[in-house]
């Protein structure tokens, strides 16, 4: 055992095939220790080597059921804050690359959110009112912030029940960080455009006046994921012009224009059924991360379905992207080692606050 851990600049220019040796490697002298973690948007060189695949709310839950010690999770920085937050104080997730965030997430801050709740406290009364509601797509001190003021969290599938729940508390809700989640997930529910409004977090009051400040359902924040938000209507139109038979399914992380045209909207996890599940011979049309879809449509060829990613420009997940081999396997080898590298510990208050507002979500979804 090494006094010391490695450092990353020695896996830096190994290939990846060294990489993947090291990772099997370690993998087998770990053995039940530790489990690897894959979200559905992780490369395949990284998601090949993962013991649980899934989006992050399973995968936070598979880690706390799990005998492992070492929680090792390909994804990013607010996943693996849920996991922390979920799994038992013993065992220990580790993010392979401390740089892999989310820029959705970052657009929502504590700071900002505190500013809000002030400002529509000067119209409204928040406190009987408004429901705080979160993406899991979120700090972990923004799900505090929702646990402190008797909020809860949501998915992108379990998010029309999260929304019923909060309105049978309250008659209105702050949804963020991701506006088009809330837009397309309320209109779907029936509620008008116009009370499903944009809070414009850099503008005082929102931008909006207290008329629709009062009028409002929905407070939207202005924040979006820049993958989904490559999505556009048109895109739909000329792929149906070509290929009029095609069936369109839409993560609703994307603008309400798209969903609007789309046949089904659903998370991931739901995309992945629904195109499993249909017709052989079929052909669908699918807005959601690149690697996802590309995986996707290998392993329906067998059937006769085409799958075809909706937009002509790549776009992937990149801060997803920035957990490659050479990172997997520089934690990995840390590990058999006896060293935890790029440990995430949430705050203990923060983390107490936090996990009511996913347990409120756990006792609906």
Known sequence: MT?????????????????????????????????????????????????????????????????????????????????????????????????????????????????????????????????????????????AFCGEHEGIVCTSSNAQKILEWSFANRPKVLFFPDQHLGRNTGYRMGIPLDQLVLWDFNKPMGGL??????????????????VHQMFKPEQIDNFLAKYPETKVIAHPEAPFEVCQKAEYIGSTTAILRIIREAEPNTRWLVATELNLVNRLHEECKKDGKNVHFMSPTLCMCSTMFRTDPQHLAWVMDNLVEGHVVNKIVVDKEDARLAKKALDNMLAIH
């Open 209 to 226: 006046t207290e008329e629709q400040i009062r009028n409002a359902k929905i407070f939207l924040w202005g924040g979006f994921c820049s």
């Open 3 to 143: 006094s010391t851990p490695s450092p990353i600049q020695d896996y830096a220019l190994l290939s990846d095939e060294e990489c993947d040796a090291k990772i099997i490697a370690a993998k087998e002298k770990l053995g039940k220790r530790c489990v690897i973690l894959g979200h559905h948007y992780q490369r395949d060189e990284v998601f090949k080597h993962a013991d649980y695949v899934g989006d992050s709310l399973k995968l936070s839950r598979d880690a706390a059921a799990a005998e492992a010690e070492y929680i090792v999770f390909c994804g990013v920085h607010f996943m693996a804050e849920v996991s922390n937050i979920l799994t038992r104080p013993e065992q220990v997730t580790i993010l392979p690359d401390l740089a892999a965030g989310c820029s959705m997430a970052d657009m929502a801050n504590l700071t900002k959110v505190k500013k809000c709740w002030e400002e529509l406290g000067q119209v409204i009364d928040v406190d009987n009112e408004v429901t705080p509601v979160t993406y899991i797509n979120s700090a972990a001190d923004l799900k």
